[in-house]
């Protein structure tokens, strides 16, 4: 099984601000995506995170608000940006590793709030 | 595109057995699957199918039939720490994306 460690794992946040969430995996990693969860909702799929070039964006989700990176094959970063209370939400890291082709794993995820 | 459906609540008693049913539309098929998620933590994996039939892993129990675009998950013998929802996802052929339907919330009661 894989380890998908992120953090912050909750943050407390200004309108306006923006908040970058990193998430470090200790397997080897074929594909890392990010996902947000409203309250009392089901997982949303953001993006993809590719390493060495631009991130796939899902339909209403675009990179000037949440940019992606992803440097190297385990590690990524989500910046939620020019924040506002709307994107307070569970934002979670999620990887396929080499080790299981279909197991997909999740990370704890980062609980933030906007106020 | 993706359409993936599941009841949003169930309740059933401990020792029952209760069936969480899901329905799918998808451009490409490469699996479903189904995790669960206590509140406040990340989705665990429950099991995973590819193939039509059933896949049976203790008290949990995965069915697929790809020509009716649908899924169950069965769990025998319920237990309060059962109570969580229960996320059916598929994954996309071609992009290997995980889409995930709206989650069932089951409840537990002794």
């Known amino acids: 099984s894989a380890v998908i460690s992120q953090k912050p794992s909750r943050d407390i946040c200004q309108r306006g601000t923006s908040l970058t969430i990193q998430c470090q995996v200790d397997s080897q990693v074929t594909m890392m995506f990010w996902y947000r969860q409203q309250p009392g909702q089901s997982l949303t799929l953001i993006a993809t995170?590719?390493?060495?070039?631009?991130?796939?964006?899902e339909s209403g989700f675009v990179i000037d608000k949440f940019p992606i990176s992803r440097p190297n094959l385990t590690f990524s970063t989500l910046t939620v940006s020019n924040m506002s209370p709307e994107d307070s939400s569970i934002y979670l890291c999620?990887?396929?590793?080499?080790?299981?082709?279909?197991?997909?794993?999740f990370g704890p995820g980062t609980r933030l709030t906007v106020t | 595109g993706q359409n993936i459906d599941q009841p949003t609540e169930m309740t059933a008693t401990e020792g029952a057995i209760v069936q969480i049913n899901c329905t799918y539309q998808?451009?490409?098929?490469?699996?479903l699957f189904w995790y669960q998620q206590h509140a406040g933590e990340a989705p665990t994996f429950l099991s995973y199918?590819?193939?039509?039939g059933l896949e049976e892993k203790g008290r949990f129990s995965s069915f697929l039939s790809r020509s009716k675009g649908y899924s169950y998950l069965l769990l025998k013998e319920l237990q309060m720490k059962d109570s969580a929802s229960y996320l059916c996802?598929?994954?996309?052929?071609?992009?290997?994306?995980?889409?995930f339907g709206t989650g069932t919330r089951l409840q537990v009661f002794p």
């Open positions: 995170a590719n390493q060495g070039s631009e991130a796939t964006y």
């Open positions: 199918n590819v193939l039509d």
């Open positions: 998808t451009s490409g098929f490469n699996g």
């Open positions: 999620s990887a396929l590793t080499t080790a299981s082709s279909y197991e997909q794993y």
């Open positions: 996802a598929v994954r996309d052929r071609n992009t290997d994306k995980l889409i």
